[in-house]
């Protein structure tokens, strides 16, 4: 690793790798900067790293923030592809500068919420509906984090408020999991596991996923 630089340097670099991708942001924050699960996590998973390095893809169509389950690639979808290619860029980028890097596994229960690590960067709020709010994207971003030995000089963020309180997620929630204040993340499942969301339907083995706390939402623009 090289010793005493920052990200500083390395975010410039970052930034030319993804220059070609207009679909995307990045942002970094201090591990140790993070609330405690996150800071846990890392901790505990990869005890080295310094920074986590959030990779924001805006989805921008229905079909790339759907789900399929194959033999071969397990479950994947166009938007995490893209947000996973984006990451692979950016980390053969660090390593490249001398910073050991890793990508966090995604999906899976890796036990890391990628989106509490998103709010602590500055990428958005989690509002009312659990999603992670991006000012112009809305609920409609795709995040990926990596975990990387360089240090970054960023101070920790405020939580940006994103979400207007309109209330219209907690009323269009078919499973009333959405309260004025809280998230009942169980009554959430329940209603999808219900719907028979975690059986992949079709030859296509597609995930149908419930979105409407999600397209109701008024904040970013909606995937075509
Ligand atoms: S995903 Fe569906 S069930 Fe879960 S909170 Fe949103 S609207 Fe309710
Ligand atoms: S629908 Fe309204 S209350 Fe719910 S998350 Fe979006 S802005 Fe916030």
């Given at each position: 690793?090289?010793?005493?630089?920052?990200?500083?340097?390395?975010?410039?670099?970052?930034?030319?790798?993804?220059?070609?991708?207009?679909?995307?942001?990045?942002?970094?924050?201090?591990?140790?900067?993070?609330?405690?699960?996150?800071?846990?996590?890392?901790?505990?998973?990869?005890?080295?790293?310094?920074?986590?390095?959030?990779?924001?893809?805006?989805?921008?169509?229905?079909?790339?923030?759907?789900?399929?389950?194959?033999?071969?690639?397990?479950?994947?979808?166009?938007?995490?592809?893209?947000?996973?290619?984006?990451?692979?860029?950016?980390?053969?980028?660090?390593?490249?500068?001398?910073?050991?890097?890793?990508?966090?596994p995604y999906p899976g229960e890796s036990g890391l919420q990628l989106r509490f690590v998103a709010q602590s960067a500055g990428a958005g709020e989690i509002a009312k509906n659990a999603f992670l709010l991006h000012p112009q994207w809305g609920p409609w971003i795709h995040l990926r984090v990596l975990a990387t030995?360089?240090?970054?000089?960023?101070?920790?963020?405020?939580?940006?408020?994103?979400?207007?309180?309109?209330?219209?997620c907690v009323s269009a929630c078919p499973a009333g999991a959405i309260e004025d204040d809280t998230f009942n993340g169980l009554k959430c499942r329940q209603f999808r596991k219900a719907r028979g969301e975690y059986h992949p339907v079709g030859p296509k083995r597609e995930l149908r996923y419930c979105e409407i706390c999600a397209d109701i939402c008024p904040i970013g623009s909606k995937p075509d």
């Open positions: 690793m090289a010793g005493g630089n920052t990200l500083v340097l390395a975010e410039t670099v970052l930034d030319k790798v993804l220059q070609p991708y207009n679909c995307r942001s990045f942002w970094t924050v201090g591990i140790r900067d993070l609330a405690v699960p996150e800071r846990d996590f890392f901790h505990h998973s990869m005890p080295r790293a310094k920074t986590a390095v959030v990779v924001g893809h805006h989805v921008t169509t229905r079909e790339e923030w759907k789900w399929y389950v194959s033999a071969s690639r397990g479950a994947h979808c166009a938007a995490d592809d893209h947000a996973r290619n984006v990451s692979l860029h950016l980390e053969e980028a660090l390593l490249r500068q001398g910073f050991p890097t890793e990508i966090v030995q360089a240090l970054t000089k960023n101070k920790p963020r405020r939580v940006i408020s994103v979400c207007n309180n309109c209330g219209a």
